[in-house]
């Protein structure tokens, strides 16, 4: 009898020695959980700076996510999310469905770089975003079939608010020398997954993120209208500039015509 008791106080022991190690490097594990699975999904160099957990609370911080520009752009980051606080329903954690209360993501940043009219680093990163969720979806299905059993839980998100966003554009109406700095509307999004329909992490993680990369690109496009309007004034500037080149060019040879006709 002593034996199992004292067997059951160990294998206690060793349970509690177990969650206390997960939970003081629960931090850690999570950064390299988001930094190795986001660079998958947006196929560049994710990095997350810190994050903490009260799940008595519900309550979810993460500070200082970066997301980093495909290659051949000029700034090494795309997006910079200040902070993100997530509330969600304790209970909900148990169940097949995680209820999120609320999301508020503040002071997002993002550099907007179109070296031309066809592309720019945010359709870049959309496509990755596109292709890679696909190829996931795939697999999961895959792996489901194989199971006979889809084990991913649901999320409904009730609220997600984007506030404070600053936008730094460069595209070929400066020239990629002088960054254009604009104010980002405010987003909010309403009972995402809800009313029947079936999210997941991954699938919440992208809408966000597409909305937010679509924020950008509206905001860029009323500022300084669209890759076509752009076009047509780069044109326009090219044919005054080349005109004002001829112009001068007419003049000059005018003033050489006029003081050969003095020494006649």
Same mark, same amino acid.
């Given at each position: 009898?002593?034996?199992?008791?004292?067997?059951?106080?160990?294998?206690?022991?060793?349970?509690?020695?177990?969650?206390?190690? /997960?939970? @003081?490097?629960?931090?850690?594990?999570?950064? %390299?959980?988001?930094?190795?699975?986001?660079?998958?999904?947006?196929?560049?160099?994710?990095?997350?700076?810190?994050?903490?957990?009260?799940? @008595?609370?519900?309550?979810?911080?993460?500070?200082?996510?970066?997301?980093?520009?495909?290659?051949?752009?000029?700034?090494?980051?795309?997006?910079?999310?200040?902070?993100?606080?997530?509330?969600?329903?304790?209970?909900?954690?148990?169940?097949?469905?995680? /209820?999120?209360?609320?999301?508020?993501?503040?002071?997002?940043?993002?550099?907007?770089?179109?070296?031309? @009219?066809?592309?720019? *680093?945010?359709?870049?990163?959309?496509?990755?975003?596109?292709?890679?969720?696909?190829?996931?979806?795939?697999?999961?299905?895959?792996?489901?079939?194989?199971?006979?059993?889809?084990?991913?839980?649901?999320?409904?998100? %009730? %609220? /997600?608010?984007?506030?404070?966003?600053?936008?730094?554009?460069?595209?070929?109406?400066?020239?990629?020398?002088?960054?254009?700095?604009?104010?980002?509307?405010?987003? !909010?999004?309403?009972?995402?997954?809800?009313?029947?329909? %079936?999210?997941?992490?991954?699938?919440?993680?992208?809408?966000?993120?597409?909305?937010?990369?679509? *924020?950008?690109?509206?905001?860029?496009?009323?500022?300084?209208?669209?890759?076509?309007?752009?076009?047509?004034?780069?044109?326009?500037?090219?044919?005054?500039?080349?005109?004002? /080149?001829?112009?001068?060019?007419?003049?000059?040879?005018?003033?050489?015509?006029?003081?050969?006709? @003095?020494? !006649?």
């Amino acid at each position: 009898m002593k034996f199992i008791k004292y067997t059951l106080l160990a294998l206690l022991l060793i349970i509690i020695i177990a969650v206390a190690g /997960v939970w @003081f490097y629960l931090d850690t594990i999570v950064q %390299k959980a988001v930094n190795k699975y986001g660079s998958q999904l947006v196929g560049t160099e994710v990095n997350l700076e810190s994050f903490t957990l009260n799940p @008595f609370k519900g309550m979810l911080k993460i500070g200082g996510l970066t997301i980093g520009n495909p290659n051949g752009y000029s700034s090494p980051k795309l997006l910079t999310l200040g902070g993100i606080n997530v509330k969600v329903d304790p209970k909900s954690l148990f169940s097949d469905t995680i /209820v999120v209360e609320d999301i508020t993501i503040d002071n997002p940043t993002i550099t907007y770089e179109m070296p031309d @009219f066809s592309t720019s *680093n945010v359709m870049h990163i959309q496509q990755n975003v596109a292709q890679n969720s696909a190829a996931e979806d795939k697999k999961v299905a895959e792996e489901a079939k194989e199971d006979d059993a889809g084990s991913s839980k649901n999320v409904v998100i %009730k %609220k /997600v608010s984007v506030a404070n966003g600053a936008l730094s554009a460069i595209t070929p109406l400066q020239k990629n020398e002088t960054a254009l700095s604009i104010d980002l509307p405010a987003v !909010e999004m309403l009972n995402l997954g809800g009313e029947g329909q %079936k999210l997941t992490l991954k699938d919440s993680v992208v809408e966000i993120f597409n909305k937010i990369l679509f *924020n950008a690109i509206s905001t860029v496009t009323k500022v300084l209208g669209s890759a076509k309007d752009m076009a047509q004034k780069a044109a326009g500037a090219a044919i005054d500039s080349a005109t004002n /080149v001829t112009g001068e060019a007419t003049d000059k040879a005018g003033g050489i015509l006029d003081s050969l006709k @003095f020494w !006649e």
